[in-house]
């Protein structure tokens, strides 16, 4: 489960750093950790919380926008787990099931990330 950064990019959709806090329920525990980038497709999450790869993650996350913050609930899973040299959680890569958020959410996604 030990991960490092990988040698070459492997991710579908470029990501872009942020500085957002998230309210998260990761499989059925409740946190609230920043987000260090987001994407179309996944985010990365700097939490302490454990977890395995494939627990589901449901993220409650207010974007940024010319009109007002944006509300949306993220929802994926668990794809990566990083840990530092001494085996310590750092992170955590969460990939979304589009199929599983409103197509408001991923819309507030798209014109984000769009913007950015």
């Known amino acids: 489960m030990k991960t490092t950064a990988p040698p070459t990019e492997k991710r579908g959709a470029a990501r872009v750093p942020v500085a957002l806090t998230a309210h998260c329920r990761i499989g059925s525990r409740y946190v609230r950790d920043p987000i260090a980038d987001l994407s179309v497709i996944g ?3 700097r939490t302490r919380e454990p977890a395995r790869e494939g627990t589901p993650v449901r993220v409650a996350l207010a974007l940024p926008h010319s009109h007002g913050p944006r509300f949306c609930m993220l929802v994926g899973n668990v794809a990566r787990i990083d840990r530092d040299g001494h085996g ?23 014109d984000f990330i769009g913007a950015r």
């Open 43 to 45: 985010l990365y999450l």
């Open 88 to 110: 310590h959680l750092q992170g955590l890569g969460v990939s979304f099931a589009e199929e599983q958020m409103s197509a408001l959410d991923v819309d507030a996604l798209r």
